[in-house]
């Protein structure tokens, strides 16, 4: 998770009326020239106390003001790095831009077809045994949404935290009996979520991972993934996520609903 998508998360969470709500309002209003900001200068810039842009930056992940202030200065520096195009390289064709999209769509029509049903039935009965289903992503997913419903729906705890602290403190709960998954950007401007899967691995609870880096971070910890379904998820990108939750997600709902 990026400096932004960290922002942009508690922004977007935080309820209209309250003080983090206030103070990142005027941090995005005023982004371009808090480069070399203070932990004072932010303070009076949005208004509040000291204490409250450092429990803030904590709230985000961040071990103290220095290591947010670094990734807040190498964010507004380098912006174009960290606003990657899904697409490639960023680029105002629009011609480009869909005949990406139509390869990818080309590809994910192949694999689609390609699919083990055994596998995606593996998922589906796993998810059925468990006690507690939970998901670690910044990103916000409606298919994943409408899945957790299902699965709430059939008795299931569930969660999504896109948070690193809060994830951190939801997995302590995980056990053998729980299935996470697990959504890491693979880029070295992103905090490091392997915290976060030391806690699941020692808690016995089974990974899915949804992140379309096939020897990313996730490798190593996790117990299924994306390309066991989608070969091709790297060459796809997001588009594969959607597309791999629902399959899950339609025959959850037909077997078990």
């Known amino acids: ?15 209209v009326d309250s003080t983090y709500y206030h103070a990142l309002n005027e941090i995005f209003r005023n982004l371009p020239g808090l480069a070399n900001a203070t932990i004072y200068d932010l303070a009076e810039l949005t208004d509040v106390s000291r204490s409250t842009i450092w429990r803030m930056v904590k709230d985000m992940g961040y071990e103290d003001f220095t290591a947010f202030r670094a990734a807040l200065s190498n964010g507004i520096t380098r912006y174009s790095l960290y606003n990657r195009s899904d697409m490639g390289t960023a680029t105002d064709d629009l011609s480009a831009v869909k005949d990406t999209i139509l390869n990818r ?18 998922i589906a009965d796993l998810l059925h045994r468990a006690g507690r289903v ?20 059939s008795g299931k705890s569930v969660s999504y935290r896109m948070l690193l602290p809060e994830m951190i403190a939801d997995a302590a709960a995980a056990d053998e009996n729980s299935v996470a998954f697990v959504h890491a950007l693979e880029f070295t401007e992103t905090l ?47 588009f594969a996520v959607p597309v791999f939750l629902t399959l899950i997600n339609e025959l959850y709902r037909g077997k078990y609903l």
């Open 1 to 15: 998770m990026n400096i932004f998508r960290n922002l942009t998360n508690l922004y977007a969470m935080s309820p």
């Open 105 to 122: 769509l080309s590809l994910l029509s192949e694999d689609v077809r390609a699919a083990d049903p055994g596998k995606i039935e593996e």
């Open 134 to 153: 939970s998901v670690y992503s910044s990103q916000r997913e409606v298919q994943m949404d409408s899945l957790l419903q299902n699965l709430a729906m």
């Open 192 to 238: 490091d979520m392997e915290p976060l899967l030391k806690i699941l691995q020692k808690q016995g609870c089974t990974m899915i991972s949804l992140g379309v880096s096939p020897d990313g971070t996730l490798s190593g910890y996790t117990d299924l993934s994306i390309f066991d379904v989608l070969g091709h998820a790297a060459r796809i990108g997001q």
